[in-house]
C-alpha cells in the first residue's frame, strides 16, 4: 500500500522513512492520530470552526440589533404615533365616547400602579355622565360641541425637567422610568367669539405615546 505525508500528502517511496518533499517522518497510520502534526491541523481546524460560529453569532446578534432600530423608529416616526395624533385621538375618544380608545390611549390607564384600568375608565365614563344630567334636554352630552380646538405649541422638556418628571411619576404608575421622553402640548379652545387655553402632558414609554394630564377641557 503507497504511503501517502500525512503533512503535504506528497506519495512516498515504499519503506521510506522520510517525505522527500517536506522532509516530515513518515509515521504508521495506526499512530498518526496523535503525532503532532496531526494534532496541530485538528487544533487549527476546530480554531477556524469555532471562529466561524462566532462571527455568524456576531452576525445575528447584529441583524437582531439592526431589526429591533427598525421597529423602534418606525414607531417613532409613525404619524399615528405622533403626540400631536395622540392627542387628537384623545379629542375624538371626548366626541364619540368611546371609552376602548379611551383605555388605549391612556398612560394612566396602561400604567397606574393602584388604580386599575377599568376603574381610569369609569372615571372618564362618569365625567359624561354628570354632563348628561346637567342639561335639560338629558340624552348623551358631546363637551366638545360647538368648540374647536387647535394645537398651539408642542415643546419638549429639557432632560433635566424630564428626569425630574419621571421620579414624580414614579410615585403614582408602574414602568415610570422606561419613560424615553415627554412633550408638553399648549391648545387654543375656541367657542363662538370666546377663547381659553389648555395644556396636555403627553407621555412616551419604549417608543409608544399616550395622553397624560390634560387641563382646560
Known amino acids: ?46 480554531n477556524e470552526a469555532l471562529g466561524f460560529i462566532k462571527d455568524k453569532k456576531k452576525w445575528f446578534i447584529g441583524i437582531g440589533a439592526a431589526l429591533l432600530a427598525v421597529v423602534l423608529l418606525l414607531m417613532i416616526i409613525n404619524p399615528a404615533n405622533s403626540p400631536e395624533s395622540v392627542f387628537n385621538r384623545y379629542l375624538d375618544c371626548l366626541r364619540s365616547r368611546n371609552s ?12 397606574a400602579k ?20 346637567s342639561y335639560k ?10 368648540k374647536s380646538i387647535r394645537i398651539t405649541k408642542a415643546e419638549t422638556p429639557t432632560q433635566a425637567e424630564i428626569a425630574s418628571r419621571v421620579q414624580q411619576l414614579d410615585e403614582r404608575y408602574r414602568n415610570a422610568y422606561r419613560v424615553t421622553d415627554i412633550r408638553n402640548i399648549t391648545f387654543e379652545i375656541k367657542q363662538g367669539e370666546i377663547k381659553s387655553t389648555g395644556t396636555a402632558e403627553m407621555i412616551c414609554v419604549t417608543g409608544k405615546w399616550y395622553i397624560g394630564d390634560v387641563t382646560g377641557i
Open 114 to 133: 393602584d388604580t386599575s384600568a377599568d376603574n381610569v375608565v369609569a372615571s372618564y365614563e362618569a365625567r359624561f355622565s354628570s354632563a348628561d344630567t
Open 1 to 46: 500500500m503507497a504511503r501517502i505525508c500525512p503533512k503535504c500528502g506528497n506519495k512516498l517511496k515504499e519503506k521510506s522513512t522520510f517525505c522527500g518533499k517536506c522532509g516530515s517522518k513518515w509515521i504508521e497510520p495506526d499512530q498518526q492520530k496523535n503525532s503532532p502534526e496531526v494534532k496541530q491541523q485538528t487544533k487549527t481546524a476546530e
Open 100 to 111: 376602548d380608545a379611551f383605555r388605549a390611549a391612556s398612560y394612566e390607564a396602561n400604567f
Open 137 to 146: 334636554s338629558g340624552g348623551r352630552v358631546n363637551l366638545l360641541t360647538g
